[in-house]
């Protein structure tokens, strides 16, 4: 009869790194976009659809301060900044629907 051990800090390990990583300001650029939806009221998701220019906007601003207090380049803020966008609008779309 064979026997095979686990190690228990060999799985806690690998649960770990494949936790997948929230990108740097990911939370200032949805409090910015939130902030920018509030201050132009512009809303994100209107009539049941996705306000593709609005959320493109939003994202640009927030984009242009999350560089300027991240660095990094503009691809990396508008990523983390169009991810924060289309969050913030389909959270719009779940709070329209209840």
Not at 45 to 66: L, P, Q
Request: proline share 3%.
């Amino acid at each position: 009869m064979s026997r095979r051990t686990v190690s228990w800090n060999r799985i806690s390990r690998s649960l770990h790194d494949s936790r997948p990583t929230i990108p740097a300001g990911l939370l200032s650029a949805a409090a910015r976009i939130d902030f920018t939806v509030r201050a132009t009221r512009r809303p994100l998701y209107v009539a049941g659809k996705f306000d593709r220019a609005a959320i493109m906007s939003a994202a640009a601003k927030a984009a242009h301060a999350h560089q300027e207090r991240f660095g990094g380049t503009w691809a990396e803020a508008m990523s983390v900044c169009l991810t924060a966008a289309w969050r913030s609008a389909k959270l719009a779309r779940h709070m329209a629907a209840n």
